[in-house]
């Protein structure tokens, strides 16, 4: 496997998130989505750091969801920063389960997840088939336990950015 890490920054990030969210069946326009991707753009380019403080990006993706899902009341997410939380199965499986029980009072739901891969790769290391591996299986142990958790009629989506 010759996979490597992507190195993101956070603008890059919220890029996607809004790419996801512009497909996903958000109430955006095609041209709202483009506004905001350019708006992104003129951030990064007028910040030089690859990295937000963490408060900052936490509220843009917030802001980016309420630009997708303005006035969604049957709708519910969670963010969850991997960079800045323990990559532990106990404290991964508590909170995805606290999500989906938060998630029990609306028909849809996502659960945002960023810098995993980061989280996994530490300071200066390389990307390895081993790394790859333990990624995938940290990914398949969220999605599962969000459906084995979640009500049968609900829609709940991970988005892994």
């Given at each position: ?28 326009t095609?041209?709202?989505t ?59 499986r ?68």
């Amino acid at each position: 496997m010759t996979k490597t890490a992507d190195k993101k920054d956070d603008y890059t990030r919220l890029q996607n998130l809004n790419a996801l969210f512009s497909v996903i069946g958000s109430g955006s326009t095609h041209e709202e989505t483009l506004q905001l991707q350019r708006t992104l753009s003129f951030l990064r380019e007028n910040d030089g750091k690859r990295v937000m403080p963490v408060k900052s990006f936490e509220h843009c993706v917030d802001q980016v969801v309420r630009f997708h899902f303005p006035n969604k009341r049957n709708f519910g997410y969670t963010h969850w920063n991997a960079r800045v939380s323990p990559i532990d199965p106990l404290w991964i499986r508590a909170s995805v389960v606290e999500f989906v029980n938060s998630s029990h009072s609306v028909d849809r739901g996502v659960l945002l997840i960023s810098g995993l891969r980061e989280s996994l790769l530490g300071p200066n290391k390389r990307w390895s088939i081993k790394r790859e591996k333990c990624y995938q299986e940290i990914r398949n142990f969220i999605e599962e336990l969000v459906m084995h958790h979640a009500e049968k009629e609900q829609g709940l989506s991970v988005l892994f950015f």
